[in-house]
């Protein structure tokens, strides 16, 4: 059975920083790509940013770009994203998902993930 556990979450102020962590157990880990994605209160669940099974890609929303940086480390089975320049519309629910293949690309499809987290809470005060 697969688990991921979402932490780091919490409350920042605009401007600020976090920096999320994915642990992993229970699977290849090293063989899947990885995506982050956000629920805001109302809105549907969107991609934040992805990472390829062996680090080489990274994919980006482009609300995100030049803030957001995603990153693994295989040895640890943990994904991170560093989140600068923090802004009251990133306030939502994080969540990190394994992709559905192994050693496939990054896709921005919710479809393409067959094993979720239980979530962090961000919240950016303005």
């Known amino acids: 059975q697969v688990q991921l556990v979402e932490s780091g979450g919490g409350l920042v102020q605009a401007g600020g920083s976090l920096r999320l962590s994915c642990a992993a157990a229970g699977s290849i880990f090293s063989s899947y790509a990885i995506g982050w994605f956000r629920q805001a209160p109302g809105r549907e669940r969107e991609f934040v940013a992805g990472?390829?099974?062996?680090?080489?890609?990274?994919v980006y929303a482009d609300s995100v770009k030049g803030r957001f940086t995603i990153s693994r480390d295989n040895s640890k089975s943990t994904v991170y994203l560093q989140m600068n320049s923090l802004k009251p519309e990133d306030t939502a629910v994080y969540y990190c998902a394994r992709s559905r293949g192994a050693r496939v690309a990054v896709s921005l499809r919710t479809s393409e993930y067959t094993y979720w987290g239980q979530g962090t809470q961000v919240t950016v005060s303005s």
């Open positions: 990472i390829s099974w062996n680090g080489a890609g990274t």
